[in-house]
């Protein structure tokens, strides 16, 4: 048994939390088993970016139906353990601190021995991996990516939080990534914002290095800016004019006359 808290059951945090559960497997189950999961797929069509995680990993998921209680108890069977073992009597300060408390917890569980196949699962889980696909050699595209022209107010948005950018590059193209534990925001290759995830719904994260950019941009643009000087104007030699309609060549003779 694996587990890893998410922070939403959007396709993307989905994937990350899977891609992370095979890593600590180090193999690749030749199935993927979900219920219906409108973040994994309805009817006959996967959720968007499933069918390319999948294919990246040489596997297929699979899907159960609807109103199928024998396929669905296994699933439902180890959600209802975790919460009837583990969660009664903890308290956590955060989602890494339940991860914490979760992976030594589980570390103990899978060394129980189980009644059904009278073993314990730390000591079969070399047969399974045996069966398994390896990891592939390039890992799987997951996570939030998005491409957005940053606005005025210079901050973008994942999931439901806003997070600040730096102002400097307000108008133009910025890359956002984001994954389990943090996000991240780049200008042609350069990071201009780097946050915690936040895992909490309709926050503004704020970094306080963009706000002072913030105001020294807008004390910049509010001073005055100097007048030209009526006295320093353009002076331009009449012969190029000469030479750009052909009345004189390019050789210099601008002091023929021409009829």
């Known amino acids: 048994m694996l587990g890893r808290m998410i922070p939403t059951r959007h396709t993307a945090d989905l994937l990350l939390g899977m891609w992370e559960l095979l890593q ?3 193999r690749v189950p030749r199935r993927l088993i979900w219920d219906n999961e ?3 797929g309805r009817g006959k069509r996967h959720a968007e970016g499933v069918g390319a995680f999948t294919g990246t990993l040489a596997t297929t998921v699979q899907r159960l139906k609807p109103y199928d209680p024998e396929s669905k108890g296994v699933v439902e069977r180890r959600n209802g353990y975790y919460e ?3 969660m009664p009597g903890r308290t956590f300060e955060s989602p890494a601190d339940f991860d914490a408390q979760f992976t030594d917890w589980l570390t103990i569980a ?3 021995v189980v009644r059904t196949i009278r073993a314990r699962p730390v000591d079969r889980v070399d047969a399974d991996r045996a069966a398994m696909l390896p990891l592939p050699p390039v890992p799987p595209a997951v996570g939030w990516v998005n491409r957005v022209r940053l606005g005025r107010d210079y901050y973008v948005r994942v999931d439901s939080n806003d997070y600040s950018v730096d102002p400097t590059v307000i108008g133009r193209f910025v890359d956002v990534t984001a994954d389990l534990s943090g996000v991240e925001v780049r200008h042609e290759g350069r990071v201009v914002a780097a946050h915690d995830r ?5 926050q503004t994260i704020t970094d306080p290095a963009h706000v002072a950019a913030a105001r ?8 005055p800016r ?3 000087d009526p006295h320093e104007e353009l002076a331009r030699d009449l012969t190029d004019y000469d030479r750009a309609f052909g009345v004189i060549d390019g050789g210099g003779r601008g002091g023929e006359d021409v009829a």
């Open 24 to 26: 600590q497997l180090g």
């Open 38 to 40: 409108s973040g994994i």
């Open 84 to 86: 009837t073992s583990f």
């Open 110 to 112: 899978n060394s129980r």
């Open 198 to 202: 936040v895992w909490a719904r309709s």
């Open 216 to 223: 020294t941009l807008r004390e910049q643009f509010q001073q």
């Open 226 to 228: 100097p007048s030209a």
